[in-house]
């Protein structure tokens, strides 16, 4: 047995998430036999590049609610991507998401990632639509058919509890906010399951992580740094692609800029009291 350390940074770490999840025996299941649908997200988007349905160029259109440039915020809607509905591994193209979830069953699978997550197995969710976006449109459906949610989230978005959070948080409930207005949709542990850095390493090479610090600079920012103990060859694989994780460049993904924010009239900044 052997127990090694490496550094993910938060780019490397999704790559490793997706890699883990496409191979999750749960994820092949949809993948060849059913149904399933990968929702826009930054950690979504390097799941459709690894199943080739987008080139990596275009993940940052991948994505819906980001947090950039030091706020929540939106990407422009004309350029974003639609979330992809899956059957026995192939696109469809003819039907909304929307529509397309009506026919799921028990063994189909929601893939859709998270803003935060706790130690109590719960997954957080921002919320800029007033009427829930992709939460509000699926997650009713989901939990009375009893179909898997997976939520792909490195533990950069660990927090104390998101049930704390979400007590908070509301989009009429905030008097200001430095950015996008938004709720937090509390996934209940039993309900979502959390796929992590953790269990990607175990899905790929057999081996028992643990977090061991966080953080960094100089580009290392959001960092976390594990452990992993297994097998000889198997950790020694680990970190050979940990070591090619380390040439991950980070997803920029840009907002939707402020003058269509001050054009629909959702413009937050000038919302800001003036410091006394």
């Known amino acids: 047995m052997m127990i090694a350390t490496f550094s993910l940074s938060p780019a490397?770490?999704?790559?490793l998430i997706a890699r883990g999840l496409i191979n999750e025996p749960v994820f092949q299941q949809a993948?060849?036999?059913?149904?399933?649908?990968?929702?826009?997200?930054?950690?979504?988007?390097?799941?459709?590049?690894e199943l080739g349905f987008i080139s990596a160029?275009?993940?940052?259109?991948?994505?819906?609610?980001?947090?950039?440039g030091g706020v929540p915020c939106v990407t422009a809607a004309d350029t974003r991507f639609a979330n992809?509905?899956?059957?026995?591994?192939?696109?469809?193209?003819?039907?909304s998401w929307e529509e397309f979830i009506?026919?799921?069953?028990?063994?189909?699978?929601f893939v859709k990632g998270a803003n935060a997550f706790d130690a109590d197995g719960n997954a957080g969710v921002l919320l800029a639509n007033p009427r829930g976006g992709t939460v509000g449109g699926s997650f009713g459906v989901l939990a009375a058919r009893g179909c898997k949610l997976l939520v792909?989230?490195?533990?950069?978005?660990f927090i104390p509890s998101c049930t704390a959070a979400a007590r908070?948080?509301?989009?009429?409930?905030l008097d200001y906010?430095?950015?996008q207005r938004c709720g937090l949709a509390l996934l209940p542990a039993g309900f979502a399951r959390i796929y992590t850095e953790i269990d990607a390493l175990k899905t790929l090479f057999a081996v028992e992580a643990t977090i061991v610090a966080a953080g960094g600079v100089r580009g290392s920012e959001g960092s976390v740094m594990l452990v992993i103990n297994g097998p000889d060859e198997a950790v020694k694989d680990a970190l050979a692609l940990a070591r090619s994780l380390l040439n991950e460049k980070p997803l920029s993904v840009p907002r939707q800029s402020c003058k269509d924010c001050q054009a629909s009239g959702n413009c937050v900044f000038k919302e800001i009291p003036p410091k006394d």
């Open 84 to 95: 992809i509905c899956l059957e026995n591994g192939r696109i469809i193209k003819d039907v």
């Open 177 to 179: 906010s430095l950015g």
């Open 102 to 109: 009506m026919d799921f069953n028990r063994d189909d699978v």
């Open 152 to 157: 792909p989230v490195g533990h950069e978005k």
């Open 12 to 15: 490397g770490a999704k790559r």
């Open 31 to 49: 993948m060849t036999h059913g149904r399933m649908i990968i929702a826009v997200g930054t950690t979504n988007s390097y799941i459709a590049e």
């Open 168 to 173: 908070l948080m509301g989009i009429d409930r």
């Open 57 to 68: 160029d275009e993940q940052p259109r991948f994505a819906a609610g980001v947090v950039s």
